[in-house]
């Protein structure tokens, strides 16, 4: 009978060993676990740490190649504020005297006295000239005195000063009102008619191969303007002010992206100063001053301040367009109301 124990007792031994080497295995298992995913998540707040360390030290270094060109942009920009809305006071000065004079005008019918009237209409007239005059004067020494507006660091920092009253991408204008009936012949020739067809053709084609693909609209909107196809000019105008999509956007390589980009603002600009001036020559101011808000608000900060001037000139006779203009300029932009 003790003979046939002894194995028994064997079996129970090894049985009970290989449980606790089972159990020893999973604490071991669980304890080699644990510490993996410890390791696991130490690596990825290194990672974060280092990532962020990174970051900082690239903005330090941002911060560090800043240059006084920075500095006299900001120059450059307080003293063009400062310029434009004395500029712009002086403008609403003249208005209001203006605004005087006609109100004086009017009263004129309810006195009987011919030559009362015409004595007061000249003493208001007079008063009116004086300080016309007077701030005409004062205007022109403010304009004299002002320097060129121009990027600081640009090409064209210590001459170009023809630039400082024409805006970024629009050159030469004498002025806004550039859009007008064709005073040439709406007859175009037979030779002529087939040149700007192929050039139109060329271009269609040209697109397919472009980066920025409404360069195209905005050549095909001269083209048609040439033959005088009214519709198919406007159509085209008002694409070339679309902005590229992401996808479009996508399939530009990133050295050439900045450049693109850039050209995609001056072309949308261009568009929508023929549009502004076509609506503004059609008298449709409300159409006029939101195309002309978008034209401000793409153009650089430092030359916001010409543009705006630039206009305000230029609509000086157009009073409620110029209210409209002034309650659409894009934040940022001082205004008579400023000083």
């Known amino acids: 009978m003790g003979d046939t124990w002894t194995p028994l007792r064997g079996i129970i031994s090894l049985k009970r060993m290989s449980d606790v080497t089972s159990t020893y295995r999973s604490i071991i298992a669980a304890e080699l676990q644990r510490l993996h995913d410890e390791n696991s998540a130490k690596q990825r707040e290194e990672a974060a740490r280092r990532e962020a360390q990174r970051d900082r030290t ?16 900001i120059a450059l920009h307080a003293e063009n504020a400062a310029l434009y809305n004395q500029r712009a006071a002086i403008l609403e000065q003249i208005c209001l005297l203006q605004d005087r004079y006609q109100a004086e005008k009017k ?7 011919k030559k009362e009237r015409h004595e007061i209409l000249q003493r208001a007239k007079a008063v009116r000239d004086r300080g016309v005059m007077a701030l005409r004067h004062h205007l022109t020494q403010l304009e004299a005195s002002a320097p060129p507006v121009v990027r600081p660091g640009s090409s064209s920092y210590a001459g170009n000063v023809s630039r400082a009253a024409t805006p970024a991408a ?32 060329a271009v269609k084609l040209e697109r397919q191969t472009m980066l920025d693909p409404y360069v195209a609209n905005l050549k095909l909107a001269r ?117």
């Open 58 to 73: 690239r903005s330090l270094v941002r911060l560090m190649q800043l240059d006084t060109r920075d500095e006299a942009k």
């Open 107 to 113: 009263r004129l019918p309810s006195i009987p006295d």
């Open 170 to 201: 629009i050159v030469s204008l004498p002025d806004l009102m550039v859009y007008r009936q064709s005073r040439r012949s709406e007859r175009v020739s037979a030779t002529e008619y087939k040149q700007l067809m192929d050039q139109i053709r």
């Open 223 to 339: 083209l048609w303007d040439r033959l005088h196809d009214t519709a198919r000019c406007l159509e085209n105008y008002e694409s070339a002010c679309q902005v590229m999509t992401e996808k479009e956007l996508a399939r530009i390589p990133p050295e050439m992206l900045e450049e693109v980009l850039e050209k995609q603002r001056l072309r949308r600009r261009a568009a929508l100063h023929f549009l502004f001036s076509r609506a503004l020559q059609r008298k449709q101011r409300e159409e006029a001053a939101d195309l002309l808000s978008k034209f401000i608000e793409l153009a650089l900060p430092e030359d916001r301040l010409k543009d705006v001037a630039y206009v305000d000139r230029n609509t000086s006779k157009t009073r409620r367009l110029r209210v409209l203009m002034r309650s659409r300029l894009p934040f940022g932009i001082p205004t008579a109301s400023a000083t």
